[in-house]
């Protein structure tokens, strides 16, 4: 068993049995044996039962946003906004399930048909981080289940009672015994290469870091498992001269507060033109002065304490090296006593080349950075190895396009603060990631061409 904490009171809030690599292998049991059935079942029972957990999701919307936010520490609302953004993923790819198309073609030196098919992968490994535990979940879960794939599903240390409370759901709106399995577990790398070692399983799609995204892939090639990676994210938040900077600072607001900044699509870097910083800076600060950081239960709170006193000490550690190099602690919020809390901050004076523009902050500060030309910024935007989102404010929409186009991201929020959508193609190029989440694409993630080639001459 291991515990759970809440991270806002620091109680134990549960215990929870601690898989091992014997429940790893007896999941791949589970999920082996049901594939067969699962995978032959029509696409229109299959959608069913999704579409009944997207209703059982939405009617339990209250309860699960509870759970979020107890063990993971977001708002209510953030967590209420996460269990509808989840439960979204399994209406879409209810939805996709039968659009079961392919491809016929003739060879063209005659002779030959060509059939092309998409088929199930196979038992599919998914593992999830903590920072969105449901919709991290659905979002694998949703394409898996419409491609006919069985999973086995290991969730974050530290929230693995959404996981249950989302797979308890799916039972009952009607997934047979063996298609979702899961194992709560505080031996990660043991539980995943059990499964990575195992021949049923043929497809890894992970969230998390990159560091750990990089080293389930050296362990998926050595049977060359398919793997989808949605890793860590640096995102940009460029203001132009001409842009709405009201517009911006309320874009700003949420591409860095949502859940505490703790988002792989957070806003990492501001980079401000030097025409409107001023302003800028002001409205933002302002802003988030007034920021309510309190326990996630409470009637106000909009912002919660980060997921453990790692997060905070990391976060500490960032900013603290930032105003050593000669960063500005320019705006920062109050927070209550008790709790893995940090208050939000603004820095400002922070050079192009700090570490805090570097790495990931995964809390709730923003540094500005002041530019004057675009090949400065482009220069500064792409000089990271990530690239999953970035978000730019520009009063020309051309100029806000054109931007957009030359920065190296998988996701590029135009006059937009948020870009995840459930049927948006999510997901990250450089060392962001391999492959998409959500959309068509998501689900060919967990499948596999075929193509029959045919001669009826
Ligand atoms: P993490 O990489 O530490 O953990 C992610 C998952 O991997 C957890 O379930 C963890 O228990 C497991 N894990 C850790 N070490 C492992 C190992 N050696 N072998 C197998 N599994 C292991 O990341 P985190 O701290 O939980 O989440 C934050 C990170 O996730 C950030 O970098 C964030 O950007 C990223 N993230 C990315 C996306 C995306 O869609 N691109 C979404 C959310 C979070």
Redesign the pocket.
């Known amino acids: 068993m291991f515990e759970v904490e809440d991270p806002a009171t620091l109680d134990t809030i549960a215990l929870v049995s601690d898989g091992g690599a014997a429940e790893a292998r007896s999941a791949v049991d589970a999920a082996a044996a049901a594939l067969a059935e699962w995978s032959a079942t029509p696409a229109r029972v299959r959608s069913e039962v999704l579409r009944r957990a997207f209703e059982l999701m939405v009617a339990d919307i209250e309860n699960l946003a509870g759970i979020i936010a107890w063990e993971n520490g977001k708002s209510l609302a953030d967590a209420r906004a996460e269990v509808t953004y989840a439960a979204e993923f399994f209406r879409w790819f209810a939805e996709e399930t039968v659009r079961t198309d392919g491809e016929y073609g003739a060879a063209p030196a005659g002779g030959a048909r060509t059939i092309v098919t998409h088929r199930p992968v196979g038992v599919a490994a998914l593992?999830?981080?903590?920072?969105?535990p449901a919709a991290?979940a659905t979002r694998k879960i949703g394409p898996a289940l419409a491609a006919g794939c069985t999973v086995v599903l290991?969730?974050?240390?530290?929230t693995p009672l959404t996981a249950l409370a989302v797979v308890r759901l799916l039972q009952e709106a009607g997934v047979p015994d063996g298609v979702v399995n899961l194992v709560p577990?505080t031996s990660?790398?043991v539980?995943?290469?059990t499964w990575l070692e195992d021949p049923r399983v043929r497809k890894i799609s992970?969230?998390?870091?990159?560091?750990?995204?990089r080293?389930?892939l050296k362990q998926a090639a050595d049977r060359v498992v398919n793997a989808s990676m949605?890793?860590?994210?640096n995102a940009p938040f460029v203001v132009t001269e001409d842009a709405d900077v009201s517009a911006a600072v309320a874009g700003a607001m949420v591409a860095k507060f949502r859940n505490g900044g703790?988002?792989?699509?957070a806003a990492n870097r501001f980079y401000v033109h030097a025409d409107v910083a001023e302003e800028f800076v002001a409205r933002f600060g302002a802003a988030v002065e007034a920021l309510r950081v309190r326990p996630p239960f409470a009637d106000d709170c909009e912002v919660g304490p980060l997921v453990g006193a790692k997060a905070v000490a990391d976060v500490r550690g960032l900013v603290a090296e930032a105003v050593a190099s000669g960063a500005r602690v320019a705006h920062q919020g109050s927070v209550p006593d008790v709790g893995h809390f940090y208050a939000p901050t603004v820095l400002t004076d922070v050079t192009p080349d700090a570490a805090i523009l570097r790495e990931?902050i995964?809390g709730p500060v923003a540094p500005v950075v002041v530019w004057r030309t675009e090949a400065d910024l482009l220069t500064w935007v792409n000089g990271t190895p990530y690239g999953?989102a970035a978000y730019v404010y520009a009063g020309d929409l051309g100029r806000g396009l054109r931007l957009g186009e030359a920065i190296e991201a998988g996701m590029v929020g135009v006059n937009r603060g948020v870009v995840s959508d459930p049927s948006a193609p999510?997901?990250?190029v450089k060392e962001?990631?391999l492959g998409r989440?959500g959309a068509r694409a998501g689900l060919r993630e967990f499948q596999e061409t075929q193509y029959l080639s045919v001669d009826w001459s």
């Open positions: 593992v999830t981080p903590w920072n969105f991290m290991k969730p974050a240390r530290e577990t990660s790398a539980v995943v290469t992970f969230t998390g870091s990159t560091a750990v995204g080293t389930l949605e890793l860590g994210g703790q988002a792989c699509t990931e995964f999953l999510f997901g990250g962001s990631g989440e």
